[in-house]
T-cell receptor, first 114, second 108 residues
Framework: DAGVIQSPRHEVTEMGQEVTLRCKPISGHNSLFWYRQTMMRGLELLIY????????DSGMPEDRFSAKMPNASFSTLKIQPSEPRDSAVYFC????????????FGPGTRLTVT | RKEVEQDPGPFNVPEGATVAFNCTYS??????FFWYRQDCRKEPKLLMS???SGNEDGRFTAQLNRASQYISLLIRDSKLSDSATYLCVVNAGNQFYFGTGTSLTVIP
């Protein structure tokens, strides 16, 4: 059984560059979540989708961040332009439905912006 | 005030010890509760859900106290492999709130 798949696993980029993170949720799950984790702030929810529709993006830090889910099996999180303070681990998670169901996390993308 | 608060620890306990973590939440309308485990440089993984009546899974016991708005996790007979960060998670409506995690190190 394939879990949540994320790519790339590691990304090192220079300040000002565009970064695109990718996620494939578990088949059959209809909720998808993007999180950011840092030592200082812990795990923060950035945005989540239900049936491919963004439901709550209040956690997206600023306009430099955008997320899309064009279909049930693919989502992207884009940062343009990237800044050093964006350095973090970005996790994608999926669940059967938002609400009471547990979330399954992907392995994360470790982003370093120099 | 944070939605979910946990003591960050660290908790350093000898093998075989019993250790307990608590987590408080602020939203009285919270509906579902979970404990996740996160190993160093890995993703969080579900450890167990927390049910109103309390539940047990081997050496792990989770309890919910709605009146005082906290959940707890008890680990008996600690193993070296239990060393990790334990995150409590609270669901209210469509929102999931993660605690910042409690770090546990089990010492030989």
């Amino acid at each position: 059984d394939a879990g949540v798949i994320q790519s790339p696993r590691h990304e090192v980029t220079e300040m000002g560059q565009e970064v695109t993170l990718r996620c494939k949720p578990i088949s059959g799950h209809n909720s998808l979540f993007w999180y950011r984790q840092t030592m200082m702030r812990g795990l923060e929810l950035l945005i989540y989708f239900n049936n491919n529709v963004p439901i709550d993006d209040s956690g997206m830090p600023e306009d430099r961040f955008s997320a899309k889910m064009p279909n049930a099996s693919f989502s992207t999180l884009k940062i343009q332009p990237s800044e050093p303070r964006d350095s973090a681990v970005y996790f994608c998670a999926s669940s059967f439905a938002s609400g009471a169901y547990e979330q399954y996390f992907g392995p994360g993308t470790r982003l370093t912006v120099t | 005030r944070k939605e979910v608060e946990q003591d960050p620890g660290p908790f350093n306990v000898p093998e075989g010890a019993t250790v307990a973590f608590n987590c408080t939440y602020s939203n009285s309308a919270s509906q579902s509760f979970f404990w996740y485990r996160q190993d160093c440089r890995k993703e969080p993984k579900l450890l167990m859900s927390v049910y109103s009546s309390g539940n047990e899974d081997g050496r792990f016991t989770a309890q919910l106290n709605r009146a005082s708005q906290y959940i707890s996790l008890l680990i008996r007979d600690s193993k070296l492999s239990d060393s990790a960060t334990y995150l409590c998670v609270v669901n209210a409506g469509n929102q999931f709130y993660f605690g910042t995690g409690t770090s546990l190190t089990v010492i030989p």
